[in-house]
T-cell receptor
Framework: DADVTQTPRNRITKTGKRIMLECSQT?????MYWYRQDPGLGLRLIYY???????NKGEISDGYSVSRQAQAKFSLSLESAIPNQTALYFC????????????FGPGTRLLVL | GQQVMQIPQYQHVQEGEDFTTYCNSS?????IQWYKQRPGGHPVFLIQ?????EVKKQKRLTFQFGEAKKNSSLHITATQTTDVGTYFC??????????????FGQGTILTVHP
């Protein structure tokens, strides 16, 4: 949805570099998520945040960190990128008072050389 | 941890044929959600099922939630080229602190040949 934006949309980086992926939303949702998508593996949860002061690890958090700067902003960092972090990354939001439906951003395609 | 398995991984059909994808969870789910991702796009919510044995329809799409709330299916009647994409099931584990946290299946990639 246009209400969830991600920057950059595409990124090429080298092994060992630190990079940050950013996510912003105008939906007013408290809950935000970072997923990575790899062929054949579906969507795997990296980190999630249920409000500004709440950060939780997902199933594949190693090598990643996050920052929830505001209700509307949730950033994902790769402190030292490695080639197996090449993937499609999605940010999502959900409304705790709704049906737990998740609204995804357009994705960031990351290539680590 | 919770696992959600989806089969088949790929399905190629001729336009007009039917298509079904199946989703099985290792744990009881509080609800099941289905998402569709068009090629080059992002996942978009299709529907949520909450009740045991629930069946919902959206035009040519029929969604079912199993009696034990551990499995689900999506059936498309008379596929069209607009149905192309990856279909994901996802669900939060029933009980505990999993509210709002979804586990996704691996997805079924549907190709429709005109």
């Amino acid at each position: 949805d246009a209400d969830v934006t991600q920057t950059p949309r595409n990124r090429i980086t080298k092994t060992g570099k630190r990079i940050m992926l950013e996510c912003s939303q105008t939906k007013g949702h408290d809950r935000m998520y970072w997923y990575r998508q790899d062929p054949g593996l579906g969507l795997r949860l990296i980190y999630y945040s249920f409000d500004v002061k709440d950060i939780n690890k997902g199933e594949i958090s190693d090598g990643y960190s996050v920052s929830r700067q505001a209700q509307a902003k949730f950033s994902l960092s790769l402190e030292s990128a490695i080639p197996n972090q090449t993937a499609l990354y999605f940010c999502a939001t959900s409304d705790p008072w709704g049906a737990e439906t998740q609204y995804f951003g357009p994705g960031t395609r990351l290539l680590v050389l | 941890g919770q696992q959600v398995m989806q089969i088949p991984q790929y399905q190629h059909v001729q336009e007009g044929e039917d298509f079904t994808t199946y989703c099985n969870s290792s744990t009881t789910l509080s609800n099941i959600q289905w998402y569709k991702q068009r090629p080059g796009g992002h996942p978009v919510f299709l529907i949520q099922l909450v009740k045991s044995g629930e069946v919902k329809k959206q035009k040519r799409l029929t969604f079912q939630f199993g009696e034990a709330k551990k499995n689900s299916s999506l059936h498309i009647t008379a596929t069209q080229t607009t149905d192309v994409g990856t279909y994901f099931c996802a669900g939060p584990r029933a009980g505990g602190t999993s509210y709002g946290k979804l586990t996704f299946g691996q997805g079924t990639i549907l190709t429709v040949h005109p």
